[in-house]
């Protein structure tokens, strides 16, 4: 297992979700919210939307990303409010549905060992919304792919893929990198 070499760090949040933590920076996060859905869309990705603060934001299922069936029941109690990073203009916010509540951790590199992602997860599970697999204190994390995430829902909303009103595509507009440090870098310079 590898470490992140670094000495610096990192506020973050454990987003639990159906049998798994993501692992997120904490200023890429808005707000943690109790709601419900506002309305609702069909799609495994976009759960639907939530209203927070006089908008009405798209709210995702990461579960649904990966593949897995979601209980005809499924109810979520909180949502983080994500701040959206690759086509803000279209996309400023987004929410991830919560199966519990989140908890901050203050992380150094040396604390977060970088797992194989081909050897990790379950079968027939679709990899494309992780960036990496990493474990903390034993426990297995995802890191989420932001681009990937994001060009999924607003083409679940927008149902053309194009990130921007002008066309500029994902590669046009998207951060360089997808570590935790390059998004902890890219919410610093978006927020309000």
Partial sequence: MKTIADSSQLPCLMLPIDRNLLLVPNNCVAEVVNSGLASAIASSVTLGTLQWRDNEVPIVSVEG????????????????????????????????????????????????????????????????????????????????????????????????GSWSEDGDSVEDQSPEGQSIENLSDSAENKDH
Avoid at 120 to 130: F, M
């Fill in 65 to 160: 990303m990966l593949g897995r069936t979601l209980p005809r029941d499924y109810q979520f109690k909180q949502a983080a409010i994500v701040i959206g990073l690759s086509a803000p203009e279209r996309l400023p916010y987004f929410a991830i549905a919560l199966a519990g509540m989140p908890r901050l951790r203050n992380l150094s590199p040396a604390e977060v060992g970088l797992l194989d992602i081909s050897k990790s997860g379950s079968a027939g599970e679709k990899e494309d919304v992780i960036q990496s697999r990493v474990q903390v204190d034993g426990i297995e994390m995802l890191v989420p792919d932001w681009e990937y995430l994001e060009r999924q829902i607003l083409q679940t909303l927008y149902g053309d």
